[in-house]
């Protein structure tokens, strides 16, 4: 599960000689986050000479608080009332905790991609509580968009000066569960122009 969400949902209802019946016909009314998204980011890079023209090391850490997390709780609407026609209810699909709103980024490179015959090898790892950032809108190669911990290893060659080839291994699980690692892999052919 991702970002904290109350949905209302109706229920589309039929009254046959005074028996209501449901019909099946269920729509979403309402979704709201649970939390405001004031994000407070920052975010550092550090270049590192070896001496090795093709061989330069990157460091790279972001980290991010939610400021506002839990803060949109009070301003959840309430079920309507039901109807004749409808029955309406509301469901969260986790609570919300303020304190689950910090995430971590750290990213370790070497070597570069600039020409043919170039390699880069990279270590990322992820760290994401629910309520950090918006999880639909945030890097979509990783498992989920927020509750989770990521690892991800890559691999790049220059090929020619107009065509990087890459091989990415991504490894995560939601946080604070005993689901198994999901492990995938992804192969890139990279056209430059």
């Not at 400021?67 to 959840?76: E, H, K």
């Not at 699909?93 to 880069?120: I, T």
């Not at 220059?158 to 995560?172: C, E, H, I, K, P």
Request: contains cysteine; proline residues 4%; aromatic residues 12%.
């Amino acid at each position: 599960m991702q970002d904290s969400i109350y949905t209302t949902t109706a229920t589309t209802i039929i009254t046959v000689n005074g028996t209501t019946y449901p019909t099946g016909v269920t729509s979403i009314t309402n979704a709201q986050f649970a939390s405001k998204f004031k994000l407070f980011d920052s975010l550092a890079r550090l270049d590192v000479d070896t001496g090795h023209p093709r061989a330069p090391l990157a460091f790279i850490g972001d980290y991010v608080q939610n400021m506002g997390a839990c803060q949109n709780l009070a301003n959840i609407l309430a079920a309507p009332a039901n109807t004749a026609t409808a029955t309406y209810k509301q469901t969260a699909n986790s609570p919300c905790f303020a304190n689950q709103r910090r995430g971590y980024w750290m990213e370790g490179r070497v070597g570069r991609l600039q020409e043919k015959g170039d390699f880069q090898f990279g270590y990322t790892h992820i760290y994401i509580e629910r309520e950090a950032v918006v999880g639909n809108l945030n890097y979509s190669d990783i498992r989920q968009g927020s509750n989770v911990t990521q690892h991800r290893f890559d691999s790049f060659y220059q090929f020619d000066r107009n065509v990087q080839l890459g091989v990415t291994a991504l490894v995560g699980r939601p946080l604070a569960t005993t689901e198994p690692w999901l492990v995938r892999m992804q192969f890139d052919t990279v056209y430059i122009f």
